[in-house]
């Protein structure tokens, strides 16, 4: 049970920034997903709380605690690692026990507590294997086996999950949170995948340019995107450019649309992104009579299934319709709509 | 998938006139060595086809067990002393920036290169009375006059391990500079200072290329001729010495091959030991 | 490790790799025939003496063309077979190889001896042409650890791509395979070259007495009293080495080249 705080964070490596400003408040027992694009300065925030890399500017606080310049080896963090970095000379026991051998304890006490780990994670009965005969998952699982070894005050995992296959990632991302649950552990994730975030997060984190862009519930995130890049970042979506036009409505190319929201740094009279979920955009027909719509031609049908895209040219600039199969519109590339814009569903964001 | 067997007459010239010319070159000069080993000894350096073992039974004194004693120990002792300063040297090497590492490498390179000759003289220089290095400490006030420090075994121990740590070096810098990051961060994470995870993680992971190249530095301090002799004294002289003087100055050459051929022998069967007892240790993956 | 240790450590190093070198220097500034250090009057005769001195010439010019040819030699064995080793898998692929590497990794001294019994035997003891060949197997090993290296780098699917666009086996490999391992044949050369230069065992045995090298020439005047010509060849030696090495490492990557991903 631990609670972990980050004020003004920051680290560069001589005149790059790789990360700048990071306050964030981490509550006892929550699972945070830090997701972000390559290269956004997510793993080295991650290595910050870790203690393996030096802030440059801010503090880091445990409980309350500042443990900024504590080392690595002194904070008791269970990591896991991108590559898993699990020791090639090691057996899957001695590499779980490993934590407890620098601690000294007996060999009958490592273990049995190795064993107890393994069962923990699902995999009993390999602890005498070597590591190179083991399956990505297994290796998967005896990593995050050896970081809760020590039974961490927080637990931190790298992309744990970008060495496995699809369905197998899915599986594990489930039995992951499912286990930090059952533990209570404070636990940082570092992913690319929103997915993965989506499904594991009770708080996400997204990074983007180097700082941090929103912070939120996975649903509010989604739902209530700050700013374009969040927007952007977290499932599909359409930005459409527009001119903030007055209090709640926009113009776009002369059309007024009203909007339910407007986001930070736009005021009345600058440019904007109006930006809608795929989902909520409603196909209608062009004699509709209604607010908040714009006449287009529909320029491509897209079927996968579970789902239909519908994309509608309007003036220039693609809108993206999606439905349920059975929910399907009765319409063909070429034909004339309406796309119907629900103020509910529209916000303004800086773009 | 592109075709991997050999084709048409095209592709075994590839492989086979490299392969003749290293067999005419190496392979039969080895075979004549052998030949020569039990040949009988003629004045003047020539010798006669025959099978005479005499000359092997000449090992079994207690001089030849002397040189091949003091030869075994002086390699093996080099070979430990280069890797203890070596592997932690790689190893800090392996992890500075690019452009540090291109500045260090061309250094070791042109340290390599130097010649064993350069280097004898260079060290006798480094270590004599006139010009070495009690100068400076007698100017630094920390010896009252120079003195000189070479012939001796430790100038020989400081020559052959500037003869070796180069090579030493280059043969880590490889398996070290792939050696995953994470791994010793990973010790770090569970506990381990960052000295116990280089000792508990980064050389146990390492022991195979730690043990090749202590091999490869034996086998090549063996062959060391120069420096025993520009640096040591005559009970210092190694095995190879006293090959080349057979060779050269006394021309016994079947004495010679036969002394070539026991050297090879016993570093072969070092090396088969251990690398046996290496792979013993390291389990099988 | 900690910060101060490693810097500390790396700079024990540094003095122990570059204090012969430094006395060496000294000692080639002296302006007497003297082995001094620090120098007593600094002069670069013993340079000039070094370029202008028959007995200093002669030697140079040998190893020159020893160092080229043997050098030449070893990469024209290597290319080949590690082209080989890499295109085709043969059961017999790790046997060519260990033969190409033993000459090397055998002591040096045993190597030369089989040397000097050949080259006696065939009647071409203290032949020039007898230290280039034995110079050339000796070496093969590093352009063949370079190459290797090299076309280990390269992944199947360049060289599938290039066949996909009609390029046959010939073609491939001179359009496409050596242009990428060029950069490993040029420090292979260097290698062996610069490695040449300043070997010693293998040219005495084979030629000591015709053939004077820089080595044995230096090992020569080392046994018959100082000269600070002496201390003069080993600063040219050291500096046409980082020369030559800093050169590689101009136009390729060094760490690369030298084995690192």
Redesign the interface.
Known sequence: MAELCLRDVGRRFGTVTAITDVTLDIPSGHLVCLLGPSGCGKTTLLRLIAGLDPPSEGRILLDGMDITRVPAHQRNFGMVFQSLALFPHLNVADNISYGLRVRGLASDVRRKRAETLLELVRLPGIADRHVAQLSGGQRQRVAIARALALEPKIFLLDEPMSALDAKLREAMQLELSQLQRRLGITTVVVTHDQREAMTMADTIVVIGANRVQQVGAPLDIYRRPRNSFVADFIGSINLLPAVLSGPGEASVGGIRLAVVEVGDGVGEGDRALISVRPEDVHLLSIEAQRDNTLPGTVSYVRDLGSQVETHVDCAGETIVSASAPRDRPVVAVGDAVRVELPVAACRALAP | MIDRSPRGAGAYVLAFGPGLMLAVFFLVPFGIMLLVSVAEAVKGGAYNLAFDGSHYARFFTPFFGRVLGFSLFIALLTACICITVGFPFTYALTRLGHRAQVVWLVFILAVLSLSEVIIGFSWSILLSRTAGISNLLVWLGLMREPVAWFPGLAALLCGLTYLGLPYTVLILYPPLSRLDPELPEAARMLGASPLRSFFTVVVPAMRPAIVATVIMLFVFTLGAYLLPQVLGRPQHWTLSVLITDQAIFQSNLPFAAAMAIFLMGVSLALVLVTSRLNRRAMGSP | ??RTI?NL??GL??S??I???I??G??SLNAQK?????PEGLSLRWYGELLTDLAWLVPVKNSLIIASCSALLALL??L??A???W????FYAKA?FT??V??F??????????????W??LGFYGHMSAVV??HG?FF?TLPLVTLS?GFESMG?DI??AA?SMGAD?RMVFRSVVLPLVRPYMISGYAFAF??S?????IA??VA?FTVET???K??NS?RYGYTPV??S??VM??LL??VV??LV?RFGD??KL????
Not at chain 3, 87 to 90: D, F, S, T
Not at chain 3, 258 to 261: D, F, N, Q, S
């Open positions: 490790m900690n490693t450590g790396m190093v540094f122990f790799l204090a012969p070198l006395v060496v000294g000692v003297r082995l001094l250090f620090p064995i290597a080949p077979l082209y080989f080793l295109r085709y898998r043969v060519l033969l190409g033993a000459p990794v055998l002591p040096p001294v045993i190597t030369a001896l089989g040397f000097l019994i050949f006696v035997t060949i034995s197997i093969v290296l199947d060289v599938e066949r086996e610069v490695l230069l300043n070997e010693y065992i005495y045995m000591g820089l080595p044995i230096i090992f080392l002496m201390a060849v080993a030696f050291a080495a980082a090495f800093a490492a060094l760490p030298l084995g690192k991903v």
